[in-house]
């Protein structure tokens, strides 16, 4: 049983936090795709940026939770968020939105969109620094150790506030995108646009006011995702460098312009990562006796080492491009 809370605390939590980031990330880089054709490599950087408004808004006001009893960053996340959309919006009005005005085609828009991550990568340095900052400026995180009632059982389950924090507003935002994508006229709009832009324009919808609010939901999530990342660990100004890869992976495995694919797409990527990097020895421990001599039971038996993390989603993404271009859900080939 000690075995398995191990297995627990190191697989199925691990997973769950990282497949929840992994998800929302790569739902902002589908939404984009769907309705915008291209591949927007600088929303591993949205993600940082909102986390780093965060981290200055909470040094700013350090104090600003402590009256109800919540992390402060989580006080100035939907601030975080605001300013994230409306970076979003800007980029797309001041880089995109002229070459699509030129009619230019969607490979054109991918290297805009590396020059993008280039400059938004100089600009969080230049500002942040290149070293990592918690942000938990003046709050301390809680770590929470449940005893389970078994007799025999030492080791705890071990979760943290801010895997708490995550598990709720992935949630929240899992089932808020499903009903505004579901039920309301703008998520009705996007998901016309998604499947025939011209039909969707002859039909009299605004796509302006469409790729506007693909954008703010974009980046509305990009905050989220970069913040509880940050919380859980820490910030760090090259945050996107460990994000792209994994972010797209899971968008091309749930299948590309699949928002409820991303998601599905995100925890088997989180997941893959967390058993790949797992150690199976410690499993077998409670077997080592019963195994003949000539079978020792190794010391690590991991798949690939946790320096070598980031292999794992590249390989998927691969396997998935060869095998399955569309991914799980059948998106649109890219």
Same mark, same amino acid.
Do not use: C
């Given at each position: 049983m000690?075995?398995?809370?191990f297995?627990?605390?190191?697989v199925?939590?691990? =997973?769950?936090?990282?497949?929840?980031?992994?998800?929302? =990330?790569?739902?902002?880089?589908?939404?984009?795709f769907?309705?915008?054709r291209?591949?927007?490599f600088?929303h591993?950087?949205m993600?940082?940026?909102?986390?780093?408004?965060?981290?200055?808004?909470?040094t700013?006001f350090?104090?600003? =939770?402590a009256?109800?009893?919540?992390p402060t960053?989580?006080?100035? #996340? +939907?601030?975080a968020?605001v300013?994230?959309?409306?970076?979003?919006?800007?980029?797309?009005r001041?880089? @995109?939105?002229?070459?699509r005005?030129?009619?230019?085609?969607?490979?054109?828009?991918v290297?805009?969109s590396?020059g993008v991550?280039?400059?938004?990568?100089?600009?969080?340095?230049?500002?942040?620094?290149?070293?990592?900052e918690s942000? @938990?400026?003046?709050d301390r995180k809680e770590?929470f150790r449940l005893?389970l009632?078994?007799?025999g059982?030492?080791?705890?389950?071990?979760?943290?506030?801010?895997?708490l @924090?995550?598990?709720?507003l992935?949630?929240?935002?899992?089932v808020?995108?499903?009903?505004?994508?579901?039920?309301?006229r #703008?998520?009705?709009?996007m998901r016309?646009m998604?499947?025939?832009p011209d039909?969707?324009?002859?039909?009299?919808?605004?796509?302006n006011?469409?790729v *506007?609010?693909?954008?703010?939901?974009?980046?509305?999530?990009a905050?989220i *995702?970069?913040?509880l990342?940050?919380?859980?660990?820490?910030f760090? +100004?090259?945050?996107?460098f460990?994000?792209?890869l994994?972010?797209f992976?899971a968008?091309i495995?749930?299948?590309?312009?699949h928002? @409820?694919?991303?998601?599905?797409g995100?925890?088997?990527?989180?997941?893959?990562e967390?058993?790949?990097?797992?150690?199976w020895?410690?499993?077998?421990? +409670?077997f080592?006796?019963?195994l003949p001599?000539?079978l020792s039971?190794?010391g690590?038996?991991a798949?690939v080492?946790?320096e070598?993390k980031?292999?794992v989603p590249?390989f998927?993404?691969?396997v998935?491009?060869?095998?399955?271009p569309t991914?799980?859900?059948?998106?649109?080939v890219?």
């Amino acid at each position: 049983m000690n075995e398995l809370v191990f297995f627990i605390n190191n697989v199925v939590i691990a =997973g769950s936090v990282t497949g929840s980031i992994y998800a929302i =990330g790569a739902v902002g880089v589908t939404l984009i795709f769907s309705i915008m054709r291209f591949a927007h490599f600088a929303h591993g950087d949205m993600m940082t940026f909102g986390a780093f408004m965060v981290l200055l808004l909470t040094t700013l006001f350090p104090q600003a =939770g402590a009256a109800i009893g919540v992390p402060t960053p989580l006080i100035m #996340l +939907p601030l975080a968020m605001v300013l994230t959309a409306a970076l979003a919006v800007g980029i797309d009005r001041a880089f @995109y939105k002229p070459l699509r005005a030129h009619g230019v085609k969607p490979i054109v828009l991918v290297i805009g969109s590396l020059g993008v991550t280039l400059m938004l990568q100089g600009l969080i340095r230049l500002f942040a620094g290149t070293g990592g900052e918690s942000l @938990y400026v003046d709050d301390r995180k809680e770590i929470f150790r449940l005893a389970l009632p078994i007799e025999g059982v030492r080791v705890p389950v071990v979760i943290t506030e801010p895997q708490l @924090y995550l598990f709720v507003l992935t949630l929240v935002a899992v089932v808020g995108l499903h009903f505004f994508l579901s039920r309301s006229r #703008l998520g009705k709009a996007m998901r016309a646009m998604s499947d025939n832009p011209d039909l969707a324009q002859a039909s009299g919808i605004n796509t302006n006011t469409i790729v *506007a609010v693909t954008w703010v939901i974009a980046g509305g999530l990009a905050a989220i *995702a970069g913040t509880l990342l940050s919380l859980d660990v820490t910030f760090k +100004p090259d945050l996107s460098f460990f994000l792209l890869l994994p972010i797209f992976a899971a968008a091309i495995v749930g299948g590309v312009g699949h928002p @409820y694919g991303a998601i599905a797409g995100g925890f088997v990527v989180g997941f893959a990562e967390t058993l790949a990097v797992f150690n199976w020895s410690v499993l077998l421990r +409670p077997f080592r006796d019963s195994l003949p001599e000539w079978l020792s039971l190794p010391g690590n038996l991991a798949f690939v080492g946790t320096e070598y993390k980031i292999v794992v989603p590249f390989f998927i993404l691969v396997v998935i491009l060869v095998w399955r271009p569309t991914g799980i859900f059948k998106g649109k080939v890219i």
